[in-house]
């Protein structure tokens, strides 16, 4: 027998959404120009509108902090009622080189939007995971995406899901299935697509590209696995979750020789909690023990400390979990950050 636990999920709507913004928040929130200068976290629960256009203002700005956006069951309010969430967010995805998953799932994104975020995709080279079901995307839409994608040679696009749609389904017609499959004849790093296929031909098409390229990244993963250590190159993926199983031989107080209160804050929080925090969880956590953290000084320290322990962590085993949660475990031999 097996135990199988549902969680439901209470979709947000977009007047809730457009209610609960605080017209002042926003206010000062697009009034930042330099990410290092952003405004602490607004709470999630009870100030959705607020907190989406925070996510999406830290977007435009490219925070180099934010690598996954997720909007399921938030349904972003009507671009005419505002204008500061959907139509920025696509926008932002044009000049943005740090996110990577961006999942808009049940969100309520309309087709203009999703004719400006295939603009967008055009000239995108770094987003690996795209899902977009369950919107109020029309035909035009989908092709526009399946047409930007083809046309973007420098595409790092891995996992996309484009459908069903509210009001269309799964089907979107000939000139769509044909978008798509000339997308997948051309691309080589689709390995995941959502999208239902009528046309036996373009089906036929897909489905053979997607054997290839799923193909090519098991050879790829297979060639790396039997690869020395001097042979092997860094390949880029997607981590939701880095994990060290085991302390490292350095004590904490040669990894952290300076006794800085950022550094003590930090410190406090990773013996307390077991993980690492954001700028928002660090600069809570430094003011209940009494001492006031920026946000500016917040970043800097976040990024220093982290370096700090993945140094000491340097040849430990370590359990890493992708963007689906499928742990993987390894020696860490090295890491770069941007």
């Known amino acids: 027998s097996v135990e199988l636990t549902f969680t439901v999920i209470e979709t947000v709507q977009s007047d809730e959404v457009a209610d609960s913004i605080d017209k002042d928040f926003v206010a000062k929130v697009e009034a930042v120009t330099d990410i290092a200068n952003m405004l602490p976290e607004p709470a999630q629960v009870k100030a959705f509108g607020d907190w989406m256009v925070w996510m999406v203002h830290r977007a435009y700005l490219n925070d180099p902090t934010l690598i996954e956006l997720n909007f399921n069951n938030l349904h972003m309010p009507d671009p005419v009622v505002e204008e500061r969430i959907a139509p920025k967010l696509v926008k932002a995805l044009a000049t943005n080189t740090h996110i990577q998953v961006l999942s808009l799932v049940n969100s309520n994104l309309m087709k203009r939007e999703g004719v400006d975020l295939a603009n967008a995709l055009m000239v995108n080279k770094t987003l690996r995971t795209l899902n977009l079901e369950c919107n109020n995307l029309d035909s035009n839409a989908v092709r526009e995406i399946a047409v930007a994608f083809a046309k973007n040679r420098e595409v790092a696009v891995e996992h996309l899901r484009l459908a069903p749609q509210k009001q269309v389904g799964n089907f979107f017609g000939r000139p769509v299935e044909e978008a798509v499959g000339l997308l997948m004849e051309t691309n080589n790093t689709i390995i995941k697509l959502g999208f239902e296929c009528n046309d036996a031909h373009w089906r036929n098409i897909i489905d053979r590209a997607l054997l290839r390229n799923n193909d090519v990244a098991r050879r790829r993963r297979k060639r790396d696995r039997h690869a020395t250590e001097e042979e092997v190159l860094p390949e ?29 804050a930090f410190r406090g929080f990773v013996a307390q909690q077991k993980r690492l925090p954001n700028a928002t969880q660090l600069q809570s956590f430094a003011r209940n023990s009494g001492h006031a953290m920026k946000y500016a000084e917040a970043a800097p320290t976040l990024k220093d400390c982290r370096a700090r322990m993945l140094d000491a962590a340097i040849k430990t085993d370590v359990m890493v979990a992708d963007c689906f949660e499928v742990d993987t475990q390894g020696v860490l031999r090295g890491w770069s950050g941007t």
């Not at 979750?241 to 209160?261: G, I, M, N, Y």
């Open 236 to 264: 880029e993926r997607i981590f939701s979750r880095l994990t060290l199983q085991r302390p490292p031989d350095l004590p904490s107080v040669e990894v952290f020789a300076e006794d800085s209160p950022p550094q003590v």
